[in-house]
């Protein structure tokens, strides 16, 4: 983080004790959303207060929010289906362990 925004408060040490929104199908495609237009330099970094142009990365973002839209149009298949629940019981079990 520069030193300008240390100063001011505007990088990540600012938000530390904010609290984060709720988690809905919304927020989240919203995350990707802002993720994709920081990376395509229409907004600033959060933590270095940059606009950055990183296309590699706004693709990325904007091909996920694209596999969501397919996904819940056309569904999942078993093998994708599995795997989703196999990792979030593995992360939920995870984070269980990490934040007793």
């Known amino acids: 983080m520069s030193e300008d925004n240390k100063k001011c408060g505007c990088g990540s040490e600012y938000f530390k004790d904010m609290p984060l929104p709720e988690v809905?199908?919304?927020t989240f495609v919203m995350s990707i959303s802002s993720s994709a237009l920081v990376h395509l330099g229409e907004v600033a970094d959060p933590d270095s207060g940059q606009n950055v142009f990183a296309p590699h990365l706004a693709k990325q973002s904007?091909?996920?929010l694209g596999m969501l839209q397919d996904k819940i149009k056309n569904g999942l298949t078993e093998d994708e289906g599995r795997l989703l629940c196999d990792l979030l019981?593995?992360?939920?079990m995870k984070y269980v362990q990490k934040t007793k």
């Open 89 to 92: 019981s593995s992360l939920r």
């Open 62 to 64: 904007i091909d996920i």
């Open 24 to 26: 809905d199908f919304s």
